[in-house]
């Protein structure tokens, strides 16, 4: 899958959004072009969620604060793309409908951001970027 054809697929799965804003589109994110879904809340409020991806090997979720979840992989077959973008955005949609809490980790005292799914719970770690 290309980026055109991931901006598509994006915009298809858009359409079943009803709790929040959705805008479609493409960007440049060095060392690629990527197609991103991005959410934001209708009240207007300052909370985004991001679903990237350039249409194969990495798709990943961000979110206020540089929160992430990243899937990589390779030769991933148009359904299975699909899946991938659908999981993201019902992760999307719980974080911008509020359903998350921040936390730390007993060890290092790493913050991770938590959203709650219908699937349970999904950790967003925020990544060092050099």
Known sequence: MNVSEAEELLRELASSVVAARAEVGTRDRPPHTSAYLKLTPLSGADAY??????????????????????????????????????????????????????????????????????????RLRRWLRL
């Open 49 to 122: 969620a991001v679903v990237w991806t350039p249409g194969d090997r990495w798709f990943s979720l961000e979110v206020n604060g540089g929160y992430s979840l990243d899937v990589f992989g390779e030769d991933y077959e148009e359904p299975e793309v699909k899946e991938i973008l659908e999981r993201l955005l019902g992760i999307a949609t719980a974080y911008i409908e509020g359903r998350w809490s921040r936390e730390r980790s007993r060890f290092l005292h790493v913050a991770h951001v938590v959203v709650a799914t219908d699937d349970g719970p999904v």
